[in-house]
């Protein structure tokens, strides 16, 4: 990777989706993806004994593995922000999440578990370096980027068959008697995937054909093409989002 010196802050998300959508807000508000801010994702994350991590529950094993190369990839590191899905009861909750961003921190850099009481506000972690956690959730409080973008669709009247036509087969499970319902989560990821996929094919021509040859690895290519004109990059719901993101701002001139 080729890191610019003077890069002031790193962002660690989840996934590569959310990497494109968060590339999308920062360029929205003003910020450069590659010069105010390095994003960075936990999507296959290999811990040092060589064990894969995904998701959330990866973001120890980063942290460790980001501390010791700091000084070698990234000299000017001021601010470290990490973006994690909220996710859902019961397994997860505010405590719960800010937990597992604390036990995180801690491992790496040996702070206090108590170091994050809440999201959006930079604590110290050493003399030199502040970071700020956020939590992906959608305007009931919960969820995650899936339910979140399928909220911010900036035009839910342009109907989409492809994903649009599953609302029926959710809406038929869950008025039936089946013991199997579909939950907002589950209907939401299928939902995107979808989209994407419709999006690839209706909007970017011979590029979505190769997309779509290879989806799971290149669906957030599609994001990054189209994700400004479906998504409304300024919906309220954005607003705890677009502050956090403007944490790492930088405060002097990029030389």
């Not at 064990?51 to 470290?80: D, H, T």
């Not at 959710?170 to 008697?177: A, K, L």
């Not at 919906?235 to 001139?253: E, V």
Request: with cysteine; proline share 3%.
């Amino acid at each position: 990777m080729n890191t610019p010196l003077s890069t002031k802050s790193i962002l660690i998300v989840e996934s590569h989706n959310d990497k494109a959508f968060i590339a999308l807000l920062l360029d929205k508000l003003g910020l450069n993806a590659a010069l105010d801010v390095i994003l960075e994702d936990l999507h296959k994350f290999e811990d040092e004994a060589r064990q894969e991590r995904r998701g959330k529950e990866a973001i120890g094993a980063k942290l460790k593995s980001f501390k010791r190369e700091l000084e070698k990839k990234y000299p000017n590191v001021e601010k470290i922000g990490v973006i994690l899905d909220f996710d859902y009861p019961t397994r997860w909750d505010t405590k719960r999440n800010l937990e597992l961003v604390n036990e995180a921190f801690e491992a790496a850099y040996g702070t206090p578990p108590t170091l994050f009481s809440k999201e959006s506000e930079l604590a110290s972690i050493d003399d030199s370096l502040q970071a700020a956690c956020f939590f992906n959730k959608d305007s009931s409080g919960q969820g995650n980027l899936d339910t979140l973008l399928l909220e911010i669709r900036k035009d839910e009247s342009n109907k989409v068959p492809y994903a649009d036509c599953l609302a029926l087969w959710r809406d038929c499970v869950n008025e039936s008697t089946s013991l199997l319902k579909v939950e907002q989560n589950t209907y939401s990821k299928i939902w995107l995937g979808n989209f994407l996929r419709a999006k690839a094919k209706e909007d970017l021509g011979k590029e979505g054909k190769e997309i779509l040859n290879d989806f799971e690895t290149k669906q957030s290519e599609v994001i990054s093409k189209v994700g400004a004109l479906v998504f409304d990059l300024e919906h309220p719901t954005l607003k705890s989002l677009r502050d956090y993101l403007l944490l790492f701002k930088s405060a002097s001139p990029i030389i």
